[in-house]
């Protein structure tokens, strides 16, 4: 996957917001996105980053019940958004099975689960000292990168 710079920056945005857990900035964020392409793109990439940022801590794909420990712990620690630990579980799921998420989500509620399911997962992974969640994300970015 080549990551689009614009789409990158604006992805970063938001994600700060949403690590932040600053709801209205987050919406600005969301809006700064120009056109349906734009946000296809950021929607493919932050589905790619959940996949690997699972996959990554877990060695492998997470069971059942990881995935159900995951989506209540997502839900229990975003209470800033209105998301139940059943939709993060069906993000999740549709994710690591690689289905479409509108299979089983509104296209509204995939765009803000794909964000704050991917804000929270970068920002609750433990870093080394001097770490922080964007410098994983750089990582994250340059192993879809290269995977291609």
């Not at 958004?81 to 799921?93: D, G, T």
């Not at 089983?104 to 997962?121: N, W």
């Not at 970068?122 to 290269?146: C, H, M, T």
Request: aromatic share 8%.
């Amino acid at each position: 996957m080549q990551i689009d710079d614009g789409v990158e920056q604006r992805l970063r945005a938001a994600l700060h917001h949403v690590v932040k857990q600053q709801s209205e900035e987050f919406d600005i964020a969301l809006r700064s996105f120009p056109d349906d392409r734009s946000r296809r793109d950021a929607l493919e990439l932050l589905v790619a980053i959940t996949y690997y940022t699972l996959i990554d801590a877990y060695g492998r794909r997470p069971s059942p019940e990881e995935v159900h420990e995951v989506a209540a712990s997502v839900a229990e620690s975003e209470r800033w958004v209105p998301l139940s630990r059943s939709e993060v579980e069906r993000y999740l799921n549709q994710v690591l099975g690689g289905q479409p998420l509108t299979d089983v989500l509104e296209p509204e509620a995939a765009v803000l689960l794909a964000f704050v399911v991917t804000g929270s997962l970068l920002s609750s992974r433990p870093q080394g000292e001097g770490e922080w969640w964007f410098n994983y994300l750089d990582k994250v970015e340059a192993a879809i990168e290269a995977a291609g």
